[in-house]
């Protein structure tokens, strides 16, 4: 069997002309892009005064930033006396999308809270992030080792060597059919009763569960009974939402 490693080599890198651009600001540039539209076009149906709205996504904005980062240290806290370097560098280039859906998400709340602003805006956001945390994925796949994002070592026929001789999960394929699965159990999930904001609460909890399961096949560092830190920072949340599950979950007619 011809495995996809076989086929490419990472980076895979993109040509325009004689411009060559690298898979992970490709596909990231496309993923900002389209999700951006996608909420633009939900926006214009929402109830919410677009002054308010605005105010929304730019505490979400912030928050997501800041967010982002704060996980990524986190995330690799081993690195802190041993290669500062290596940790320099991922603070300043590194992201990780729990800790830019979290820090969004308290953003979010915060500036709620400032405008006042009572009834949930997240539904609006939640095709958006889907089809733009996809996207992305697939560059952070063509980027290969660097990006940090792949699976542990495994023989199973769809591993991939994503160059350092190791055939490992490739965890970003996983994460989007995950992706693709959860539109149509959005779609199913539309057709019963629900709150605004159900649908939110929805993705939110099932990304959620998706990523904390996993990570237990991702190489990071687990220190704290054997999960990492984006693990703790979905079951923190997970937990937080647990009053939600059944309203969330509930397929009741309308």
């Not at 496309?30 to 996504?57: E, G, H, T, W």
């Not at 999930?189 to 609460?201: A, C, E, I, T, W």
């Not at 937080?240 to 009741?252: G, K, T």
Request: hydrophobic share 50%.
């Amino acid at each position: 069997m011809i495995q996809v490693s076989q086929l490419l080599t990472f980076p895979v890198y993109f040509w325009l002309g004689s411009l060559r651009i690298h898979p992970h600001i490709l596909f990231e540039s496309l993923a900002y892009a389209i999700a951006f539209r996608l909420l633009l076009c939900n926006i214009r149906k929402d109830a919410i005064a677009p002054r308010q709205r605005s105010s929304v996504m730019v505490g979400g904005m912030l928050g997501a930033l800041i967010g982002a980062k704060v996980l990524v240290a986190l995330q690799h806290l081993d690195l802190v006396g041993q290669n500062l370097q290596e940790l320099a560098l991922l603070l300043l280039q590194g992201k990780t999308v729990i800790g830019a859906l979290l820090g969004g998400l308290i953003g979010v709340e915060i500036t709620k809270k400032i405008i006042g602003v009572r009834q949930s805006t997240g539904d609006v956001f939640v095709y958006p992030l889907i089809i733009g945390t996809a996207i992305g994925r697939i560059g952070c796949f063509l980027t290969g080792l660097s990006d940090r994002t792949y699976g542990i070592a495994t023989t199973l026929p769809w591993s991939v060597d994503f160059g350092d001789g190791i055939s490992r999960h490739p965890t970003q394929l996983y994460e989007i059919l995950f992706f693709i699965c959860l539109i149509f159990l959005l779609n199913f999930r539309r057709r019963y009763q629900y709150r605004n904001g159900d649908l939110f609460k929805f993705y939110l909890i099932s990304y959620l569960s998706f990523r904390f399961f996993i990570d237990f096949i991702k190489p990071d560092f687990h220190p704290l009974l054997g999960l990492s830190a984006i693990q703790i920072a979905c079951l923190c949340t997970i937990i937080y939402y647990l009053p939600s599950i059944p309203q969330v979950f509930q397929m009741r007619d309308t």
